[in-house]
């Protein structure tokens, strides 16, 4: 069968694997479609179960199906893929799931273990064996600890997946559910620890206590001990919100803040301030976000340009900015930053973390991976760049908040993904682990190239080929974006397209396309509201690009 056929009946396999569902929908009282809007409803569910009939008896009875199945199953089950690391004090968290632990683990062991080729893991919790206890169909939804992360927590289960979910305490130490300890029954909830006898909830308090949106809006303060209806009211948003949450923020100098989270849209936030006066507001952008507290300093990324009150400078939009916490516990209402990281033309930040000392930064520039390691001094911040390959993505995937340590994820579409241990004292990176190669990459090549979008903007994109490819335009290729949130999409190892894809001849391209995050929130505006169509012009124009360059 020819290529083009046979890359055809792939793409469909990756579809199956990738399932999204698409629904139609009407205005008004005639929308025949509605019944769809009740996910769980035993007419939604017959016709999902009919459609997965009907796509899989296509699918099935093709003679390739089983062994392109067969590939598929065992990268998705590979026991070699990287244990991703959590630090907590002074020891490697990691949540598991395989076959035979199919809700997943929570396990530990030590850094030197973890560092090892085989570490030598113990199981903390096993979610499956709660369900079967419990006969629920547990997921972790993750824990919540009190800083600094490896004593007490706050394990959320969800039932199924859903977006509710039922949290217990945890005792890392004991490495067991605390007896008679915080126990919050189904809801769509968020706490966070104001210590470790005092929980700050929102969630369903009964009628009237949730957003148009269905999350909550009232945030509740719980000591331990006390019954969770005599939890006392400390904050509270409004029914036409998105939702309220509180969160507090430390450092390891003993530093705190305890800030409360007022989400007027998806977009749009109000913050507000414990203070020795009382609760107030923080004066920054609504289109802003904390990103932690270090030495003392606030830690806080903005997502438009901003003059702060009585302040004759102006800072960009995209900078990640430092407020002093004293400064701010006093005077909210009129702060005085100071930029740790300011854009330029192609660089933007990515995300920040903190170690106990130290502050670690991943940017994009020009959609290449960086980091670095930022240390705070009395007259502002130095920082040093991290050693990284190119052609790249770079994450922090832990950091740890007793000492210098972290962990980066790096990978590429055709670089195995692998995690560097690092000291932010000494900007110091080794290699701890990589994952084995599950395709054969040895005949493929990345580029990145760039299209003119209607308006004549430039998007880049990257194009995964093979070296020796023929510009003749007769290679089927799976072009791909996503353009919205804020969301940057970057270089990644992925065996499912690799061993699925890539090894029948394909060609593989990832389009940086406006609404999404690569060039920093004007990038992202660029395809909001009235400018939707930009981001649909620049996903045709790479495919355009690549047909005039004849690669397809």
């Not at 009946?9 to 929308?31: K, N, Y």
């Not at 067969?70 to 990268?75: I, S």
């Not at 968290?93 to 997943?104: E, F, L």
């Not at 952008?285 to 270090?294: A, M, T, V, Y």
Request: charged residues 20%; aromatic residues 10%; contains cysteine.
């Amino acid at each position: 069968m020819k290529l083009a056929n046979r890359i055809k009946a792939i793409f469909l396999l990756l579809t199956l694997f990738g399932v999204g569902l698409l629904t139609a929908q009407q205005t008004g009282s005639d929308d025949k479609y509605l019944w769809l809007e009740n996910v769980s409803g035993e007419q939604a569910l017959a016709w999902v179960k009919t459609e997965n009939a009907r796509s899989a008896s296509v699918l099935e009875s093709d003679p390739r199906f089983a062994g392109f199945r067969a590939d598929a199953l065992k990268v998705a089950e590979d026991p070699d893929r990287l244990p991703l690391p959590v630090l907590r004090g002074n020891e490697v968290y990691n949540t598991w799931r395989d076959a035979q632990h199919v809700r997943g683990i929570l396990r530990k062991t030590s850094l030197a273990s973890y560092m090892t080729s085989a570490p030598s893991w113990q199981t903390v919790i096993d979610y499956d064996a709660i369900g079967k206890h419990d006969n629920v169909g547990w997921v972790s939804k993750g824990l919540t600890c009190l800083y600094p992360s490896d004593h007490h927590c706050m394990v959320s289960l969800s039932a199924g997946g859903e977006d509710a979910d039922t949290l217990r305490e945890f005792d890392l130490k004991a490495g067991s559910f605390v007896t008679d300890g915080f126990v919050l029954p189904r809801s769509k909830q968020n706490i966070d620890w104001l210590d470790k006898d005092t929980l700050l909830v929102s969630r369903d308090w009964g009628p009237g206590t949730m957003t148009k949106s269905g999350y909550a809006f009232i945030v509740k303060e719980w000591k331990r001990g006390t019954p969770l209806d005599q939890a006392r009211e400390v904050f509270r948003g409004q029914d036409s919100d998105i939702n309220a949450r509180a969160a507090i923020l430390q450092d390891a100098k003993g530093n705190s803040v305890t800030i409360f989270y007022r989400r007027v849209t998806y977009f749009e936030v109000q913050f507000f301030i414990k203070t020795p006066q009382g609760l107030q507001r923080l004066a920054v952008p609504e289109k802003s976000q904390p990103e932690g507290l270090l030495d003392g300093r606030l830690l806080l990324s903005i997502s438009v340009d901003w003059k702060p009150t009585g302040q004759a400078v102006t800072f960009r939009q995209g900078s990640l900015l430092s407020l002093n916490l004293n400064d701010v516990m006093r005077d909210p209402a009129h702060l005085r930053p100071s930029v740790v990281f300011e854009p330029s033309a192609q660089e933007f930040v990515q995300s920040a973390a903190t170690t106990r000392s130290r502050l670690l930064i991943t940017t994009l520039d020009h959609v290449q991976g960086r980091a670095y390691v930022y240390t705070p001094t009395p007259a502002g911040w130095t920082r040093q760049r991290l050693d990284l390959p190119g052609n790249v993505s770079v994450a922090v995937a832990s950091a740890n908040a007793v000492d210098e340590t972290f962990f980066l994820s790096v990978t590429g579409f055709l670089t195995p993904s692998s995690l560097l241990m690092g000291n932010a004292s000494t900007a110091a990176l080794s290699l701890a682990k990589t994952q084995p190669a599950r395709f054969d990459a040895g005949e493929d090549v990345v580029e990145q190239l760039e299209a003119r979008s209607k308006d004549g903007t430039r998007i880049p994109y990257f194009v995964v080929h093979p070296k020796n490819m023929a510009y003749d335009g007769a290679h089927a290729t799976l072009l791909t974006a996503y353009g919205g949130f804020e969301v940057s999409r970057t270089p990644v190892y992925s065996a499912m397209i690799g061993k699925l894809w890539l090894e029948h001849g394909g060609v593989y391209v990832l389009a940086n396309i406006r609404g999404g995050g690569e060039f920093g929130p004007a990038w992202h505006e660029a395809g909001l509201k009235t400018h939707r169509q930009r981001i649909f012009d620049d996903f045709a124009a790479v495919g355009q690009d690549l047909i005039i360059r004849k690669i397809t």
